[in-house]
């Protein structure tokens, strides 16, 4: 599909190059929007004949983005192999159950030297890994990014001021992937610290969740704040922990996209939450929402492994006990407020500050 009038008139200022979008899902279908419009030939990857067919018929993927016209020089495909080949750079947004399946099945298909960035937000189940570490694992030989931030798809479709973080140890990596997708409406900051910038992408969607509960339950504005917050100082308490970088926490990647998924209804995993405290049950709210809500897998995981090393995360096993152990949210609820285990102390404070 192929449109001449589309232009460069988003701002980029690069030439055109060939990049591919893999995951036919909403954010693929963003990123390949701002890709298109940016004047990029887009070589989008879905395994779905139908909707590729679809998009390159209409310009539309009306199961993902009903109503939203892809414009520029977008060629949907189901072939991978001929995606990858095609382009210099390679951007993945395929749910983190997937993930590796889809990439171990293809690693013959990439270049030395391809630049390949993830978009997913999500932990493997075995081994606690993360996206780049996966691609780090099965294609070496690649040059691997990450891009995260308050990023919800939908508003980014419509053009709507939005900023993002690509992470990646290589500058030339974080130049190029600024260049490609950087325009009036997407800004694009960068950062070294890959891991950092990734695991605060996948926990936040843990404390959506926890919003939309809240939510569901009017709770309330001090209870908004307090949750945030809380999840502010879990997450990255968990993190730091882990090796990533603190100050990762106070941007974009961190409380930024931990505020749009906290207080937004367009967050998937806020919806999890609101339709659970609504009464729903969790299999049946997953199945309404008929897209992927990474957070209910990451919770899992990241309870275990809190366990596992011994970080305090009460936010973290609360929700669990409510999605996975059937306690009663009323009951989780009145043990977090009257928890003593280092409730009271917000902080520890540096020994220069607190004394
Ligand atoms: N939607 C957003 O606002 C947004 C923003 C930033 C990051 N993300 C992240 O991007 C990732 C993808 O999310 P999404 O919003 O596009 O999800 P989605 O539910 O909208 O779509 C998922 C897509 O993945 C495809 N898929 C599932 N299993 C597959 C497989 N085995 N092989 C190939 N394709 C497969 C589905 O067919 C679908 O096209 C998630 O990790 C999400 O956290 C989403
Ligand atoms: O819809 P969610 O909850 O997967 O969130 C989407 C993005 O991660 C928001 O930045």
Not at 43 to 53: E, G, K, L, P, Y
Request: proline share 3%.
């Amino acid at each position: 599909m192929s449109d001449t009038n589309a232009s460069r008139d988003s701002g980029a200022q690069n030439p055109p190059h060939d990049v591919a979008v893999l995951g036919g899902g909403s954010f693929g279908t963003a990123m390949t929007k701002v890709l298109g419009e940016n004047g990029h030939r887009v070589h989008f990857w879905m395994r779905d004949q139908a909707q590729a067919d679809e998009i390159r018929k209409t310009g539309i993927n009306s199961r993902y983005m009903p109503g939203v016209k892809l414009e520029g020089d977008i060629e949907p495909t189901t072939d991978l192999a001929d995606a990858v080949s095609k382009a210099e750079v390679v951007f993945v947004a395929i749910p983190s159950k997937a993930f590796r399946a889809v990439i171990r099945e293809h690693s013959n298909d990439f270049r030395d030297g391809q630049i390949v960035v993830s978009l997913t937000k999500g932990i493997e189940e075995h081994g606690f890994k993360l996206m780049s570490e996966i691609l780090q694992e099965e294609i070496p030989r690649c040059q691997i990014g990450v891009l995260s931030g308050p990023n919800l798809a939908a508003e980014i479709a419509a053009r709507d001021l939005t900023a993002t973080v690509i992470a990646a140890k290589d500058p030339d990596v974080r130049r190029t992937v600024q260049d490609l997708l950087g325009c009036e409406y997407f800004r694009v900051y960068a950062n070294v610290d890959v891991y950092g910038v990734e695991l605060a992408g996948a926990l936040k969607n843990i404390y959506a969740i926890v919003a939309g509960l809240a939510s569901a339950l009017d709770m309330g504005e001090n209870a908004k704040a307090m949750l945030i917050t809380r999840g502010l100082a879990e997450m990255s308490r968990f993190a730091v922990s882990l090796g990533a970088n603190p100050m990762t926490f106070m941007g974009l990647a961190g409380v930024g996209d931990l505020i749009v998924t906290c207080t937004s209804s367009k967050s998937r995993n806020f919806r999890i939450g609101y339709a659970v405290g609504k009464g729903q049950n969790l299999d049946d709210a997953v199945k309404e929402l008929g897209q992927v809500a990474e957070g209910i897998y990451t919770l899992k995981l990241v309870k275990e492994r809190s366990e596992a090393i011994g970080i305090y995360m009460p936010l973290v096993r609360g929700l669990y006990e409510i999605l996975y152990g059937n306690a009663s949210i009323k009951a989780v609820i009145n043990s977090l407020m009257m928890a003593v285990q280092n409730s009271d102390v917000e902080f520890i404070l540096p020994r220069t500050i607190s004394q």
